[in-house]
């Protein structure tokens, strides 16, 4: 089966510039989490959707990051305007979760390298 | 709030000898979930096993094995046989059985050597 896919693999922009990533999770899975992984740390949850709505995005800067699961499937995480703290790798991982299923494997994508300058 | 510690940042083994990965969490939760996660230099994160903390087994995958301390809150991570595939980063995560939520601890980098 096909895994987490993710586009751009890489990018670089310039502080105060906008950026989006896209993930489309595995078929058939009902949650979709966005990640931070900042350079020495483990990844950060961002945002938490089940089908498309949100689940839990209390450690999303709402002030300049957003992001949508339309019908429930794609994602995409905006951020507008970057910072230079914002340099990370954002991973998009997927599971089969239906409601609080914490044993259901979460299965990432190969990440999206931002560096800001 | 729930924290994961992983105090070894790196760690070197010989190839077909034995390693041991240590974590430490910290909650106020009776029943959650630990894992242990690899994540290779193509970044890919891939479970490497799962336990659940109202099972006093500790669980087992093939060489990967975690010795699990609920009273000390300790969850470490045993490779056998170890192989030059095994190099990558090892990330120790928790989750509360009442949300799907990783927290995952800062990560112990190993290394293989021949």
């Known amino acids: 089966e096909a895994g987490v896919a993710q586009s751009p693999r890489y990018k670089i922009i310039e502080k105060r510039q906008s950026v989006a990533f896209w993930c489309n999770p595995i078929?058939?899975?009902?949650?979709l989490y966005w990640y931070q992984q900042i350079l020495g740390q483990g990844p950060k949850l961002l945002i938490q959707f089940q089908n498309n709505g949100v689940v839990d995005d209390s450690q999303l800067p709402k002030d300049r990051f957003s992001a949508e699961r339309l019908k429930g499937v794609d994602s995409t995480l905006k951020i507008q305007p970057a910072k230079l703290e914002d340099s990370a790798v954002y991973l998009c991982?997927?599971?089969?979760?239906?409601?609080?299923?914490?044993?259901?494997?979460?299965?990432f994508g190969p990440g999206t390298r931002l560096l800001v300058l | 709030a729930q924290t994961v510690t992983q105090s070894q940042p790196e760690m070197s083994v010989q190839e077909a000898e034995t390693v041991t990965l240590s974590c430490t969490y910290d909650t106020s939760e009776s029943d959650y979930y630990l894992f242990w996660y690899k994540q290779p230099p193509s970044r890919q994160m891939i479970l490497v096993i799962r336990q659940e903390a109202y099972k006093q087994q500790n669980a087992t995958e093939n060489r990967f094995s975690v010795n699990f301390q609920k009273a000390a809150k300790s969850f470490s991570l045993k490779i056998s046989d170890s192989q030059l595939g095994d190099a990558a980063m090892y990330f120790c995560?928790?989750?509360?059985?009442?949300?799907?939520?990783?927290?995952f601890g800062t990560g112990t980098r190993l290394q293989v050597t021949l």
């Open positions: 991982a997927s599971s089969l979760a239906q409601g609080t299923a914490p044993s259901e494997t979460q299965y």
């Open positions: 995560a928790y989750t509360p059985v009442t949300a799907s939520k990783l927290t």
């Open positions: 078929s058939g899975h009902a949650t």
